[in-house]
């Protein structure tokens, strides 16, 4: 599953390719799985809008766009049709006469990528979105296993109440904490009174969202911490020493344009290269490039776990 830094490079790549492009129509498959907000909902909010920014937040991608005015007219095309073909052409809905910006939220889930291509590019099998910009350019959610979600939030309405008339409609945030930004003694804080292992709590999304196995395994190598000790018992040192490590392995990720140890590539379809910097993960048995102890794999929370027994105490 692509983990922050993935999503952060893909998010990165589409909002360099598209913002302030207007969407000219979408196209769904109809596929249930993969849509948390109903397909219609979808494209009534889409079509017609323009792109004001795409960015992460946790593990989903979060596409912010402003409705077009009521006179603009774009197709909108049934779903489950072939994304190619033509279908009738309507105006935009009256939500359009008051443009609140909406946001478009992308789960890639386990198999899920998001590209930028070019009209001639041959749609790939298990394409479940398709927004066709003005200039023709497709952005294009392909997912094999169907586990990524699509969603409309609507900041104005789903915030009604925490929301005066001289503030900023709130957007989506997440579940938990941004484990970029967190300050230490919030990160400290996070853990205090915790019983599970160190590695679940990095795992959980309510405490800080966007962190997966993989940059969990290797943060907790470069911090010398054994993924089984218990949250609560870490000391002050300890957590400070895996704050600055999470937060160094995430940024060298975004900076090499993530992991790809799987399905995922970029913006473009292109792969990653952090999976050559790892550590420990997936590197079972192999030799620990510090000290030379073979690496040991073991099971916490549900997920395989990679650590070395000399170096992680």
């Given at each position: 599953?692509?983990?922050?830094?993935?999503?952060?490079?893909?998010?990165?790549?589409?909002?360099?390719r598209?913002?302030g492009?207007?969407?000219?129509?979408?196209?769904?498959?109809?596929?249930?799985?993969?849509?948390?907000?109903?397909?219609?909902?979808?494209?009534d909010?889409?079509?017609?809008?323009?792109?004001?920014?795409?960015?992460?937040?946790?593990?989903?991608?979060?596409?912010?766009?402003?409705?077009?005015?009521?006179?603009?007219?774009?197709?909108?095309?049934?779903?489950?049709?072939?994304?190619?073909?033509?279908?009738?052409?309507?105006k935009?809905?009256?939500?359009?006469?008051?443009?609140?910006?909406?946001?478009?939220?992308?789960?890639?889930?386990m198999?899920?990528r998001?590209?930028?291509?070019?009209?001639?590019?041959p749609?790939p099998?298990h394409?479940?979105?398709?927004?066709?910009?003005?200039?023709?350019r497709?952005?294009?959610?392909?997912d094999?296993?169907?586990?990524?979600?699509?969603?409309?939030?609507?900041?104005?309405?789903?915030?009604?109440?925490?929301?005066t008339?001289?503030?900023q409609?709130?957007?989506?945030?997440?579940?938990?904490?941004?484990p970029?930004?967190?300050?230490?003694?919030?990160?400290?804080?996070l853990?205090?009174?915790?019983?599970?292992?160190?590695?679940?709590?990095?795992?959980?999304?309510?405490?800080?969202?966007?962190?997966?196995?993989?940059?969990?395994?290797?943060?907790?190598?470069?911090?010398?911490?054994?993924?089984r000790?218990?949250a609560?018992?870490?000391?002050?040192?300890?957590l400070?020493?895996?704050?600055?490590?999470?937060?160094?392995?995430?940024?060298?990720?975004?900076?090499l344009?993530?992991?790809?140890?799987?399905?995922?590539?970029?913006?473009?379809?292109?792969?990653?290269?952090?999976?050559?910097?790892?550590?420990?993960?997936?590197?079972?048995?192999?030799?620990?490039?510090?000290?030379?102890?073979?690496i040991?794999k073991?099971?916490?929370?549900?997920?395989?776990?990679?650590?070395?027994?000399?170096?992680?105490?």
């Amino acid at each position: 599953m692509p983990e922050l830094p993935e999503v952060e490079t893909i998010a990165n790549g589409v909002h360099a390719r598209v913002h302030g492009q207007r969407i000219a129509s979408v196209w769904t498959s109809g596929k249930p799985q993969t849509f948390k907000s109903p397909e219609t909902e979808i494209s009534d909010a889409l079509t017609g809008a323009t792109i004001d920014s795409v960015r992460r937040v946790g593990k989903t991608i979060v596409m912010t766009v402003t409705p077009g005015g009521p006179s603009f007219a774009a197709s909108s095309q049934r779903v489950g049709s072939n994304p190619r073909s033509t279908s009738s052409t309507r105006k935009i809905d009256s939500a359009a006469l008051n443009p609140v910006p909406t946001e478009f939220l992308i789960h890639l889930g386990m198999t899920g990528r998001l590209l930028v291509s070019a009209p001639g590019v041959p749609l790939p099998l298990h394409t479940h979105a398709v927004l066709t910009l003005v200039d023709h350019r497709e952005i294009r959610f392909v997912d094999p296993r169907r586990f990524g979600r699509l969603s409309i939030h609507h900041p104005a309405i789903s915030n009604q109440q925490r929301t005066t008339s001289n503030q900023q409609p709130a957007t989506y945030t997440g579940p938990g904490r941004e484990p970029l930004t967190i300050s230490l003694e919030d990160f400290i804080a996070l853990f205090r009174g915790r019983k599970t292992p160190i590695k679940a709590a990095l795992l959980n999304q309510s405490l800080l969202h966007g962190v997966g196995n993989i940059y969990a395994d290797e943060s907790l190598f470069r911090a010398g911490i054994r993924p089984r000790r218990q949250a609560a018992r870490l000391t002050h040192a300890e957590l400070t020493r895996l704050r600055k490590a999470l937060v160094d392995v995430l940024r060298h990720a975004i900076k090499l344009g993530g992991s790809s140890v799987s399905d995922y590539v970029d913006a473009d379809g292109v792969r990653g290269f952090f999976q050559l910097q790892h550590k420990v993960y997936m590197r079972t048995g192999q030799p620990c490039l510090v000290c030379g102890t073979p690496i040991k794999k073991t099971t916490i929370a549900g997920r395989s776990t990679h650590f070395c027994p000399h170096c992680q105490r």
